[in-house]
């Protein structure tokens, strides 16, 4: 399967801690996107990369959150401190560059976080 | 900004039957595209269709289509002859021209009943 893969998919940690997800594209993409779904709630827009360069940041990411795409391939979400609101569904997106903004995002299965 | 509203958080539809799921819109755009998803219990989120604002015909993907009313910011999805496989949460969403990030409403939650 080529599609948008995360991992961990499920990732349950006491508050304070830290936590990385990972999210692998699809190969040949080169944008890439995290969202945030809490319950009940759409995804929110957090960043966005195209190939290894960070363009647009939410200000949904504080400044415990961070996010890298080395080489411009995978990327990890990093948590810091992690505090009960963080608990939500974090999705990865991949798109090409292309053929303009309306490319089709892919959507990747989630990472379910669980801040107790 | 743009922002999405999705009115109805749970509809329900008779296997067979026709269902349409409200969405409307608000942007500053004046180049914008519009999108409906679909995430499957436990299942990552399918683009379903997609609608280029400059059009004036309506989006339509098999059993799947749009009534864009631009002037009303509404912008509903259609499914016929609906199926069980078709039970999930759908979104609607928006997207800038001048930017790349999805602006999704809460969702409808679409049950379909034997």
């Known amino acids: 399967d080529t599609g948008v893969s995360q991992d961990p998919r499920h990732k349950i940690t006491k508050r304070g801690q830290n936590v990385t997800f990972r999210c692998d594209p699809i190969s040949e993409h080169n944008r890439l996107y995290w969202y945030r779904q809490t319950l009940g709630q759409g995804p929110e827009f957090l960043t966005y990369?195209?190939?290894?360069?960070?363009?647009?940041k939410s200000r949904l990411l504080s400044d415990r959150f961070s996010a890298e795409r080395p080489k411009g391939s995978f990327s990890t979400l990093e948590i810091q401190r992690t505090e009960q609101g963080d608990s939500a569904m974090y999705l990865c997106?991949?798109?090409?560059?292309?053929?303009?903004?309306?490319?089709?995002?892919?959507f990747g299965p989630g990472t379910r976080l669980t801040v107790l | 900004a743009q922002t999405v509203t999705q009115s109805q958080p749970e509809m329900s539809v008779q296997e067979a039957e026709t269902v349409t799921l409200s969405c409307t819109y608000d942007t500053s755009e004046s180049d914008y595209y519009l999108f409906w998803y679909k995430q499957p219990p436990s299942r990552q989120m399918i683009l379903v269709i997609r609608q280029e604002a400059y059009k004036q015909q309506n989006a339509t993907e098999n059993r799947f289509s749009v009534n864009f009313q631009k002037a009303a910011k509404s912008f509903s999805l259609k499914i016929s002859d609906s199926q069980l496989g078709d039970a999930a949460m759908y979104f609607c969403a928006s997207l800038g021209g001048s930017n790349y990030k999805l602006t999704f409403g809460k969702g409808t939650l679409l049950t379909v009943n034997p």
């Open positions: 997106a991949s798109s090409l560059q292309f053929g303009g903004p309306n490319n089709e995002q892919f």
């Open positions: 990369f195209q190939n290894e360069a960070q363009l647009e």
